[in-house]
């Protein structure tokens, strides 16, 4: 009697966008800059962005609407910033170049792929576009279409349907730590690339990544990364 057999699925992996594959802060930062200066708030720093970097675009906006008491609808402030993030965002977005390296790897060795972000459709669509990644990662899920953004895992899971692939057989691939709590609630394995390697030391949600690449960009290496995520560890 012939026994059929079928090979072992792939895992699918899963990008956030902002800070993993791409290099937008600086993008996301200026936008914030310029809307909160366009409701009369200035001195808006740097040092104040990144305690934004992983939230979604609307939980940031609601945090900075309430800590500056600004009467606009959140609705009309992510309008806004929306509209700065997109002047900039075509035309200069930079992607991470080992992070291309290990979507292409993914990609030509068969692993069902998606990008799951808390930015809007937008902007992950001008993003995808302006630095050609949409040819590799046409799939992608946005926060707000889901409704809870990072760290609940809202976004994970909804990427994981479209997928069609069970969320124990998924591996995400975040920069910061309401992504990599995202990911444990999800039931993913993560792969953590700190895009701040200051807030990755030990006590961190960062602890609950499978692998954890410390130094940040510089020190990813995606044959390494991709060595981990189809050793099932």
Not at 72 to 98: I, Q
């Amino acid at each position: 009697m012939n026994v059929s057999t079928s090979a072992p699925r792939l895992p699918s992996v899963i990008f956030d966008l902002d800070g993993t594959l791409v290099d937008s802060e600086p993008n996301y930062y200026e936008a914030g800059r310029r809307t909160l200066a366009q409701y009369g708030i200035t001195g808006f720093s740097w040092e104040e962005h990144t305690q934004f970097i992983g939230i979604g675009t609307r939980e940031t906006l609601e945090t900075l609407r309430a800590r500056y008491a600004l009467d606009a609808p959140v609705d009309e402030l992510l309008a806004v910033k929306n509209g700065h993030y997109l002047e900039l965002v075509r035309t200069s977005t930079t992607v991470f170049p080992e992070m291309r390296a290990f979507a292409e790897l993914l990609r030509s060795a068969g692993h069902p792929i998606a990008v799951a972000s808390g930015s809007s459709r937008p902007a992950i669509e001008a993003a995808l576009s302006a630095t050609g990644l949409d040819a590799l990662l046409p799939l992608y899920v946005s926060a707000e279409d889901i409704g809870r953004g990072k760290p609940e895992p809202d976004v994970f899971l909804a990427a994981a349907r479209l997928l069609g692939t069970d969320p124990a057989d998924c591996v995400v691939i975040e920069d910061a730590g309401p992504g990599v709590e995202a990911a444990r609630r999800a039931g993913m394995r993560c792969v953590a690339v700190p895009y701040d390697e200051h807030a990755a030391g030990g006590g961190s949600a960062y602890d609950h990544a499978g692998l954890i690449f410390r130094g940040g960009q510089r020190e990813f290496d995606a044959r390494a990364a991709y060595a981990w995520v189809t050793s099932g560890s």
